[in-house]
């Protein structure tokens, strides 16, 4: 095995499993994330000259599945548009992530509220929270200073804070209006 074949692999024993976790938590299916996660490790292999070492390459991965993931929401949502111009066409869908089912009830509620705020919101809190990275990798992968990632993250926290309680008054009403009033009793 020469230099470059050893690098790899340990680049890919590394970061495999955080990419993958990454790429799960953004897709509807395992195997459409583990695609995906090949896919990144074959952009690594291919710019392994470019590919920082320690921890920023976990980083560099991160900002490559980003802009792989963002690929194939863009191709998915295009064969959608196509299916539906053609009526005989394929009716397979991928699932965004704001499809799949999350089974705890906690989790389906922050679920919610998060697909009820922007895109880049998501992200930020996404990138801050799930992937634990750093203010100062997320503006580097962002392309924005770290100030911006501070401000940016606190008002989508503040916006995700005002759904999650606008969403348990919502749920708190539907209770009720469907419990039996004391007459019933």
Known sequence: MDAAEARF???YAAHYRQVLGYL???TSSTSTAQDLAEDVFLVAWRKLDAVPRGLEAQYWLYGVARKTLASHTR???NRRRIARRFPGGSHQHDLLPEDVVVRNEQAQALVDALGRLRERDRELIGLAYW???PHEAIAELLGVTRGTVDVRLHRAIKRLAKELDRLSHVQIEGLLRGAPKESEC
């Open 9 to 11: 692999t340990d680049l």
């Open 24 to 26: 799960l938590r953004r």
């Open 75 to 77: 191709k998915t949502l």
């Open 131 to 133: 992937e634990e990275l």
